[in-house]
């Protein structure tokens, strides 16, 4: 069989805007609007249905930490907690704080070592009966048979809410949610410290990949007998609050941040340190790597394996103090987003958006 080439033309958020609508029973003011969503999670300390602002700090170093899921839970947002913390970490974490921890996620990968981590995890606190019990089953290539039988084995075992990822097709989410995922993350490529486009050739753009796999998501509700339908996650190239929006507009339910949360003091990590005029010393950048990163494998798994490559970039980031006022640029940004689109709640901003395809969105004269 010959190569195919599909003809029409993918489109990332930089190559769309929405456009702004009208509508009389919209909300008066950015005050009126609410960000909070009903949440996949459930809090199992209250037995209370959850909402939450649909955004998730990625679960990366230097972005998805316990400290950042502590400050972020303040605005309503969620973490993936990055799966190198340690069970005694994350037990004391989810026991001494549930009400913080019910917008945690655990993440994991798909080998033995990730299941063995997370039976210990679920028997601790199973005892103490309070966790949220939502996973995120987090693989390169979400596309294979043994992610699937993973996943369906996990399902078997643990129950739960599964987020399952990555993948970027119509095809790879009918993959994932026969497989037993509940939630299904997008995104092949499209990182801030993402290499896998240049050294594999492979990938998707972002916004068309959120609107092809909220289709198929759409596709299996209507042919399903339970009613039931995967939630969809756009993870990865956000670069600015409106990325965002337009990602929830395209009618993903979440979106997944990494590198616009970076350089925070709640990422933690390496700092680079400068003498001030004053003689104090000043953090002016922080380290911030892909988790496929050759620093990512140094740290975590003592080198990059001969047989792989190094799909991650090492950046250091501009140090920009406290999340907090990051939260707030982006949370003010979506109310912004929501008031031009004449919706009052954020979940409605998915119904009926309009976009239009640009080739120029941003006056980039005095800088990006
Ligand atoms: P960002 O918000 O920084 O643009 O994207 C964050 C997402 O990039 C993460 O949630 C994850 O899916 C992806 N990612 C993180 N580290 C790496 C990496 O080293 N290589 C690749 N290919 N993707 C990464």
């Not at 190569?3 to 958020?13: E, F």
């Not at 969503?37 to 909402?51: C, D, H, I, P």
């Not at 990494?258 to 380290?287: I, N, S, W, Y």
Request: contains cysteine; glycine residues 10%.
């Amino acid at each position: 069989m010959t190569a195919k080439v599909i003809d029409d033309v993918k489109l990332d958020y930089s190559d769309v805007m929405l456009v702004p609508r009208c509508n009389p029973d919209g909300p008066a003011s950015r005050q009126d609007v609410n960000l909070l969503a009903r949440y996949m999670g459930k809090r199992l300390l209250e037995n209370s249905a959850m909402t939450a602002v649909p955004i998730i700090a990625a679960n990366m170093d230097g972005v998805g930490t316990i400290d950042m899921c502590r400050k972020l839970s303040e605005h309503n947002m969620l973490t993936a907690l990055h799966k190198h913390h340690t069970v005694d970490e994350l037990t004391k974490f989810y026991i001494d704080y549930p009400h913080i921890a019910s917008y945690a996620i655990y993440s994991m990968g798909a080998n033995q070592d990730d299941l063995v981590k997370y039976r210990e995890f679920d028997m601790r606190l199973r005892t103490a009966t309070i966790y949220n019990n939502i996973v995120c089953i987090d693989v390169a290539n979400g596309y294979t048979k043994e992610t699937a039988d993973f996943i369906k084995s996990f399902r078997k075992q643990f129950g739960g809410t599964i987020i399952a990822g990555n993948v970027v097709t119509r095809e790879g989410v009918r993959h994932l949610w026969e497989a037993g995922a509940n939630v299904i993350k997008i995104g092949i490529g499209p990182g801030s410290v993402c290499t896998t486009r240049k050294l594999t050739g492979i990938g998707y753009p972002q916004f068309s990949a959120i609107l092809e796999c909220v289709k198929e998501a759409d596709h299996i509700l209507y042919n399903s007998k339970t009613y039931k339908k995967p939630l969809i996650i756009a993870d990865g190239g956000i670069t600015c609050p409106g990325d965002i929006a337009k990602g929830l507009a395209a009618g993903a339910d979440y979106v997944m941040v990494g590198g616009l949360f970076a350089g925070h003091d709640e990422g933690g990590g390496k700092r680079v340190m400068t003498c001030a005029e004053d003689g104090t010393m000043k953090t002016t950048h922080m380290k911030f790597y892909g988790m496929a990163s050759k620093a990512a494998q140094d740290k975590h798994n003592g080198g990059v394996a001969e047989y792989r490559a190094s799909e991650g970039k090492e950046v250091y980031v501009p140090y920009r103090g406290s999340v907090n006022y990051t939260c707030r640029e982006i949370l003010g940004g979506l109310r912004s987003s929501c008031t031009l689109q004449g919706v009052s709640n954020i979940d409605t901003l998915k119904y009926g958006a309009t976009f239009i395809k640009v080739n120029r969105q941003l006056n980039n004269v005095f800088g990006a």
